[in-house]
C-alpha cells in the first residue's frame, strides 16, 4: 500500500535520476544524442547535427541535379561505403573511399582529387551521415567545392538511374 506522504519522495527520487542520467549523458563521449536533425525530408538524419563545432557543408537534395553533375563530367563522385556495398552498385564513375579507411587511402584519394575539383560525395542513403563527416574532413583539407548527396545511393537505385557494378565499368 503506498501511502500519500511516500508520493513527494518517489517523485523527488524520480528527479534526481532524471537530472543524474541526463548529466552523465551530456558529459559522456558515447552519450545519446538528443538534438539533432531527425526529419529525412530536411535532408541527412543526424544524431547532434546542431552541433556548433560542425563545418557546414552543401547538401544536394535533388537527385536530379546529382545526375545532371554526373552526368556533365565535371564533379568527381565519391562513394564513402564500404567496398564490398560499392561493388553491388555505385553510382557511375564514382571512386569509393570508404569513410573508415580515411586515414590510410588520404594519398591516394590526394591522387585522384584536387581542392579545385567539384566534389560530390556520398553514402548508403539519407539516414547514413558518413558522407557529412567524410565532406567535413575534405573541408578541412582546404576543399572548398564539396557537397553531399543526401539521398545517397538508395536514393539514385530508387529513381531508376543507371548503377555500375564493380568489374563492369569500363
Known sequence: ???????PGCFFILIICLMLSLG???LSPN???LRGQWNPDQGVVMAG?????AVDVMQINNPFKV???????????VDV?????????HI???LNFPLDDFEEDEKALLSKITPEDEIIVYCASVTCHDS?????RLVEMGFTHVAVYAGGFAEWEAMGFDVAVQGADP
Open 49 to 53: 547535427a546542431n552541433k556548433a563545432h
Open 24 to 26: 552523465v549523458n551530456a
Open 132 to 136: 557529412h563527416t567524410f565532406a567535413t
Open 81 to 89: 561505403r564500404r567496398p564490398d556495398m560499392y561493388e553491388l552498385g
Open 1 to 7: 500500500m503506498i501511502f500519500k506522504r511516500d508520493i
Open 92 to 94: 557511375p564513375g564514382a
Open 31 to 33: 552519450g545519446i544524442a
Open 67 to 77: 545526375k545532371r553533375l554526373v552526368e556533365s563530367g565535371p564533379a568527381v563522385v
